[in-house]
């Protein structure tokens, strides 16, 4: 069993920045297969950041994700962020997920 916890959401008016925790727990040893995803309200999920540096189009250049492996804990760095960057957004790693943090962007 593995557990994914995320942390960092909150309500941030646009083009401020947000910092997203996920730590791992359980039998997990390498984290570098945790990945960030979202889901805005009324859309599917979609990948945010996957690996070391491949993101989806609508955040390249304002997100950024890293790792920090004997914390067991991945970071999503979200700067200038949208209100189009509403939602909430989830790490995973297999079929394994988090619950969930929520990130609301004002206009």
């Known amino acids: 069993q593995v557990q994914l916890v995320e942390s960092g959401g909150g309500l941030v008016q646009a083009g401020g920045s947000l910092r997203l925790s996920c730590t791992a727990s359980?039998?997990?040893?390498?984290?570098?297969?945790i990945n960030w995803w979202r889901q805005a309200p009324g859309k599917q999920r979609e990948m945010v950041a996957i690996g070391n540096n491949i993101y989806a189009d609508s955040v390249k250049g304002r997100f950024s994700i890293s790792r920090e492996n004997y914390k067991k804990t991945v970071w999503l760095q979200m700067n200038n962020l949208k209100p189009e960057d509403t939602g909430v957004y989830f790490c995973?790693?297999?079929?394994?997920w988090g619950q969930g943090t929520q990130v609301t962007v004002s206009s």
């Open positions: 995973a790693w297999g079929v394994y």
């Open positions: 359980g039998n997990i040893a390498n984290i570098n297969g």
